[in-house]
């Protein structure tokens, strides 16, 4: 089976701090994906990025990095210098190419809202 | 490069009602997917297209959903007769082959009263 726990449902910070979501997931698949979106209030979910699961290094985009972690099955996200358009519902997702077949499986997300 | 279009953005109709959403996905996107999803949830496949061919609806409510994706291009999903319970945001989403990232439209909100 196919899980994926975002324990934050809502998270506020202060303009320019930095924030940390994070996302354990659970798979019996040794091949998966993991993804992050963001669901701003207009709707739409946006692709932040996706891994592999035998590239465990960490990444950075600008002001966003993740973390991942196989040994606790975690992959975080953290912004760093939050600004207001940041403030969105940001959803981590799951894809196993064996027993997941190739399909997503999100979490219930985490609404992060950033205060001015 | 054009992203995916969903149409109408937003639908209120009465219980017992048709409605259908309809999907354009990127161009040369052969795999599209329909979501469900719910107030405060993470989304939920309805159904997978591989080109023309529903590879997986097993968690598509047969008796009042449908779907079809005619030319393996636009796609419609239907729901005969609306419920209450069917008030949702439904999402489509393409990618170029399977297992490849996902994008997707910006949803149809449906109020079912």
């Known amino acids: 089976a196919q899980k994926v726990t975002q324990a934050q449902t809502e998270i506020s910070v202060v303009e320019k701090e930095d924030v940390t979501l994070d996302c354990v997931y659970e798979?019996?698949?040794?091949?998966?994906?993991l993804f992050w979106y963001k669901q701003p209030p207009s709707g739409e979910l946006v692709f932040l990025i996706r891994?592999?699961?035998?590239?465990?290094q960490n990444e950075i985009s600008g002001r966003y990095s993740w973390n991942f972690q196989k040994s606790t099955s975690s992959f975080n996200f953290t912004i760093t210098a939050s600004q207001v358009v940041d403030s969105a519902v940001y959803f981590c997702a799951l894809s196993g190419l064996q027993t997941g077949a190739n399909n997503l499986f999100f979490g219930t997300g985490t609404r992060l809202t950033v205060i001015p | 490069e054009a992203g995916v279009v969903q149409s109408p953005r937003y639908k209120i109709i009465e219980k017992k009602q048709p409605v259908a959403f309809w999907c354009n996905p990127i161009s040369g996107h052969n795999t599209l997917y329909w979501y469900l999803q719910n107030l405060g949830q993470g989304p939920e496949l309805l159904i997978r297209?591989?080109?023309?061919?529903?590879?997986?609806d097993s968690q598509l409510p047969k008796d009042r959903f449908s779907a079809e994706r005619l030319k393996g291009v636009d796609s419609t999903l239907k729901i005969q007769p609306a419920e209450l319970g069917d008030s949702a945001v439904y999402l489509c989403?393409?990618?170029?082959?399977?297992?490849?990232?996902?994008?997707f439209g910006p949803g149809t909100r449906l109020t079912v009263l």
């Open positions: 798979t019996r698949d040794t091949t998966y994906y």
């Open positions: 989403a393409s990618s170029p082959r399977l297992a490849d990232t996902q994008y």
């Open positions: 891994r592999n699961s035998f590239d465990e």
């Open positions: 297209y591989e080109n023309e061919e529903a590879v997986d």
